[in-house]
């Protein structure tokens, strides 16, 4: 009788197709040498122009304002500026103002930078401290202004910058004198007083203004002698 049915042929063929079905629907392998390529995911992705945080910083908001010093630390800093100005060491004077220094802070003796400066005609001292912010109108320890000092001196160009910078012309200090008496009354009367008499003239300054003694400044420059100096006071009058 014949058998139905596959026989051994045929399972063999049947088994074979339905391997090559499995591996038709299997994913493709890796490539050698490394795993499966994932897609990025929605959550990794950096859209284009935006800002890589760990390679890019943040844009820097304004600059910082400098720390304020401890009281004693800014009052050490003061006094080495007053010290700086008293030689004259421009490069030094330069530095501690760069660095906070205050211009019008006063040592025991009532001196400031500015003060000091003024004075003794420093004046590229002077001028880094009146860009630092110098109180024109300050006063030393005899109530005077620079002007004052700076016109006994005969300082001519320090006149002329403490003139431009505001300075109170006409200021009397606790002696009692302006700085044109003080010119005439505290110096030989010689070339620079006359110019520095002039200086003070053209800005201002009244000679009509008595002194202790009651006496002008046109009858100080007589009585002393100062023949120059009274020619120019009486131009201007």
């Given at each position: ?24 629907q299997s994913p493709a392998p890796a490539p050698s040498g ?41 009052a050490a800093l003061d006094q080495e500026l007053i010290a ?75 006149v002329k910058i403490l003139v431009a910078a505001g300075v ?70």
């Amino acid at each position: 009788m014949r058998r139905t049915g596959l026989g051994a042929q045929g399972l063999l063929a049947v088994g074979a197709l339905a391997l090559t079905l499995t591996a038709c629907q299997s994913p493709a392998p890796a490539p050698s040498g490394g795993p499966a390529s994932a897609a990025p995911s929605p959550s990794t992705s950096v859209p284009s122009g935006t800002v890589d945080a760990e390679t890019d910083p943040p844009a820097s908001g304004p600059a910082a304002t400098p720390a304020t010093l401890p009281a004693e630390a800014q009052a050490a800093l003061d006094q080495e500026l007053i010290a700086a100005a008293k030689a004259n060491n421009v490069a030094l004077v330069r530095d501690l103002v760069g660095r906070g220094g205050n211009v019008n802070a006063k040592d025991s003796i009532q001196d400031s930078a500015f003060l000091y400066a003024g004075a003794e005609g420093f004046n590229e001292v002077l001028q880094l401290t009146l860009g630092a912010g110098a109180d024109v109108s300050s006063i030393n320890r005899y109530g005077g202004t620079a002007l004052i000092p700076a016109s006994e001196h005969g300082h001519v160009e320090t006149v002329k910058i403490l003139v431009a910078a505001g300075v109170p012309v006409n200021h009397v200090n606790n002696l009692g004198w302006t700085a044109m008496q003080e010119a005439i009354l505290l110096n030989n009367g010689g070339p620079r007083q006359q110019e520095v008499v002039r200086l003070l003239l053209e800005a201002g300054g009244d000679p009509g203004i008595r002194d202790p003694e009651g006496r002008t400044a046109l009858q100080n420059a007589e009585r002393l002698g100062f023949a120059e100096i009274a020619a120019l006071i009486r131009s201007r009058g």
